[in-house]
């Protein structure tokens, strides 16, 4: 009688690699892009012994869960550089080139 296919994913795929899957998308999760081994795919298969279609799977759920968190929020500026900015007043080398434009003179 022929062996009947594995109950799941279409793949076979079993606990175990996806197991091997979170550690993989936790990994790409946790290292900043820029720190990650080039080419990707493959170091991912060879590190975590993933297939090709699971390294993509771990890539896609990390985007999402850092798509996820939230931004960071800037730095807060002291209130004296909110107060220049808040300020029209012109610096002396605009106000001469508007003078030299609106024909003034200097």
């Keep these: ?11 076979g795929s079993s606990h175990e690699h996806s197991a091997a ?10 290292v900043p892009p820029r720190e990650r081994p080039k080419p990707l795919v ?5 590190m975590f012994g993933l297939t090709t279609v699971e390294v993509c ?3 896609q759920e990390s985007r999402l869960i850092r798509a996820r968190e939230p ?3 800037p730095a807060r500026r002291a209130d004296t550089d909110h ?11 605009s106000s001469i080139a508007f003078q030299w434009i609106l024909g003034q003179g200097c």
């Design 83 to 93: 107060q220049k900015k808040r300020s029209p007043a012109l610096s002396s080398k």
């Design 21 to 30: 899957v979170d550690e993989a998308t936790r990994y790409l999760t946790s």
């Design 42 to 46: 493959p170091a991912m298969r060879e």
């Design 1 to 11: 009688m022929a062996e009947e296919p594995p109950v799941g994913s279409t793949t």
């Design 57 to 59: 799977q771990a890539i």
């Design 71 to 73: 931004l960071p929020l």
